[in-house]
């Protein structure tokens, strides 16, 4: 993909990856704020579970942008001399938009005689994925196809992990969703608050590990080392920086 339509292409994907980072951090972020209303006892019931509620549509948010990270991610990588098969690309380039979907009505049908068999299919989607791209990666690294982008071999292993931390906090999730149940319906007993409060602590150290995998996500995006232009944007933050200490150095 090249010239002034390959140009404005990679641009505007480019942008909607920024915007899919973003919103998964920021959403990833607020549902962490609410779970601490949720958790507190001076709220009554039923303003604990409105703050639930929020939370299941703020999380929403986030569930999605990662839905569409592999699509837009492998569209991108195109544009840094990634080729893909073409049954592959296809595969590519409707991952995201199918599993959004899924995403989509297991959040508003959950209600629905068929959300049990649905929330197990993408559960073991997930574990499928994340098998997937481990071996994706060793064959692409062992085969030299990623000589050209090797950033993409540990981006593609940290999105991985984070898919990995959304499985376990599901499984962590049972006690809090029965608490759930128990506001919604006005009380809840002390067991039930306990294993509410246990569910939240356990969740918490995968929720930061997604929040230190987007992190390294962005460096690796932003540095790309192993790349022939890496040093030179290492070199271009470190001027700006020494640019910027200067002055409030005297």
């Known amino acids: 993909m090249t010239g002034a339509e ?14 899919l980072f ?12 609410s779970t601490r209303m949720i958790l507190n ?10 703050a639930s509620r929020i ?3 703020i999380d929403l948010l986030p569930r999605l942008c990662l839905s569409m990270m592999l699509t837009v991610g492998g569209i991108l990588s195109e544009y840094v001399g990634v080729s893909h098969p073409p049954w592959q690309y296809a595969m590519i380039v409707v991952l995201g938009p199918v599993w959004f979907t899924v995403l989509l009505v297991m959040h508003f049908k959950h209600n629905a005689s068929f959300m049990p068999t649905l929330t197990k299919l993408d559960l073991w989607f997930r574990w499928f994925l994340i098998a997937a791209i481990v071996v994706s990666v060793w064959w ?7 000589d050209n982008a090797p950033w993409l071999a540990p981006k593609l ?14 499984i962590f999730l049972p006690g809090f969703i029965a608490g759930i149940r128990a506001l919604s319906q006005g009380s809840i007993t ?6 509410l409060r246990s569910s939240i602590h356990r969740v918490r150290p995968w929720v930061f590990m997604i929040w230190a995998g987007l992190i390294v996500e962005a460096f690796l995006g ?11 944007t290492m070199g271009n933050l470190i001027h700006s920086a020494q640019a910027f200490v200067a002055p409030l150095l005297g």
């Not at 390959?6 to 915007?19: N, Q």
């Not at 006892?41 to 409105?50: E, I, L, N, T």
């Open 157 to 170: 292993i940290v999105f991985a992990f984070m898919v990995l931390c959304g499985v376990m906090i599901r």
């Open 41 to 50: 006892r001076s709220y009554s019931p039923d303003q604990r579970f409105m």
């Open 55 to 57: 939370m299941m549509w």
């Open 190 to 195: 002390e067991e039930q608050d306990h294993a």
């Open 140 to 146: 692409s690294v062992s085969t030299g196809r990623l």
């Open 222 to 232: 932003i540095f790309k080392p192993g790349a022939p232009e890496a040093a030179a």
């Open 6 to 19: 390959g140009d404005l292409g990679h641009t505007i994907w480019l942008i909607l990856h920024l915007v």
């Open 22 to 33: 973003a919103y998964w951090l920021g959403g990833d972020i607020g549902v962490f704020y």
